[in-house]
């Protein structure tokens, strides 16, 4: 078998060469007829089924589609592939059925792109609904910082620690950094390491063996919080990113503003995206059943004459079903 099927293949290339040499300049015909010859029943059935395969994936591959997703079309040496095979088999459907496959894999390759793409707008409004909430709940607790913010803006500086405070910034600076270091615990907990302006600087504690990062978080605590970035390498550059960020308390919220308006507007098309139904799904079914009643049939290898018969009554059943309810969608 496998010296019949190399011999064979070596003549399809050879047939190429020869057809390819009928368009060189210089021939005299402007027109040519070639000839295949098969054999009914013969082992050409089985080799025409394996070239149309490695016909369909070379094309693609030839033409930048992916063979692993969907075989897109049967192009025209495929077809060619599929006559010859349907002629060795005797049985003219046998291309019908093939034609069906390929556009019933198209569809359904496209029907499932198109789940997954509302299984995303499934997960956007999931996403929404449990995050618009807290954005919301953000919002409605802003005025009291922002009023805070406003009101010690122009204040001489004073920071507290516990009992103690101090109005110089870098002697300030120098001991938050100190309580940060040693903000150490073996059970992790939020502890209050200062006062200003009205809010609460706070931060969880790290274990006793914990380095200290590169850069830490602190939180401004206040009917919000809000969360600065240290790196401590300056005491008074400490002071003033604490500083920026109450003064920037106002800028947080219309940022905080922005991003539940664009959840919103994300929420609204994810429920209209959602309730939308395959486009092609008719199709879809009508191919599916058309493919469902001739594939049996042909590798049964029925007579052409019963073939014909279920087909009719498909065509005089389904097919105006299918038609009637293209026209109501419409």
């Known amino acids: 078998m496998e010296t019949c099927r190399s011999n064979t293949v070596r003549r399809w290339v050879l047939s190429l060469q020869r057809n390819g040499r009928l368009i060189r ?11 295949h ?17 490695k016909l369909k994936y070379i094309t693609q591959i030839m033409t930048s589609k992916d063979p692993v997703r ?41 029907k499932r792109a198109f789940n997954r793409t509302k299984d995303e707008y499934r997960h956007t409004i999931s996403y929404c609904e449990q995050n618009l909430p807290v ?16 009101a010690t803006k122009s204040q ?13 910034r870098a002697e300030a600076g120098d001991y938050l950094r100190k309580l940060i270091t040693y ?20 931060m969880a504690t790290r274990s006793p063996s914990e380095p200290l990062p590169d ?11 809000y969360s600065v970035s240290l790196d401590l390498k300056s005491d008074v550059g400490t002071i003033q990113r604490i500083t920026n960020t109450i003064d920037h308390i106002l800028y947080d919220q219309e940022k905080t503003e922005e991003m539940a308006n664009n ?62 309810q293209l026209s109501l969608d419409f």
């Open 135 to 150: 954005l919301e709940k953000r919002l409605s607790q802003y005025d009291r910082d922002i009023a805070q913010s406003l």
């Open 263 to 324: 959840l919103k507007d994300k929420l609204a098309v994810a429920r209209v995206e959602v309730e939308k139904v395959f486009p092609k799904e008719e199709d879809y079914q009508l191919v599916k059943a058309k493919y469902d009643l001739l594939a049996p049939l042909v590798e049964q290898e029925a007579e052409v004459e019963e073939i014909d018969v279920a087909l009719a009554k498909f065509n005089e059943t389904i097919q105006p079903q299918h038609n009637q």
């Open 25 to 35: 300049q210089g021939n005299i015909h402007q027109e040519v007829d070639i000839y």
């Open 215 to 225: 850069m830490v978080s602190l939180t401004i605590s206040g009917s919000n919080q």
């Open 156 to 168: 001489d500086f004073v920071m507290r620690f516990d009992n103690q405070m101090m109005d110089n």
């Open 183 to 202: 903000n150490r615990s073996e059970t992790k907990e939020v502890r209050t390491l200062a006062n200003f302006r009205g809010f609460e600087l706070k």
């Open 70 to 110: 969907s075989a897109e079309d049967i192009d025209e040496q495929t077809m060619t592939a599929s006559d010859f095979k349907a002629l060795a088999t005797g049985n003219p459907y046998l291309k019908l059925k093939m034609e069906l496959e390929n556009e019933l894999t198209v569809l359904d390759n496209q």
């Open 37 to 53: 010859y098969i054999t009914k029943g013969s082992f050409d059935n089985y080799l025409w089924q394996t070239q149309e395969n």
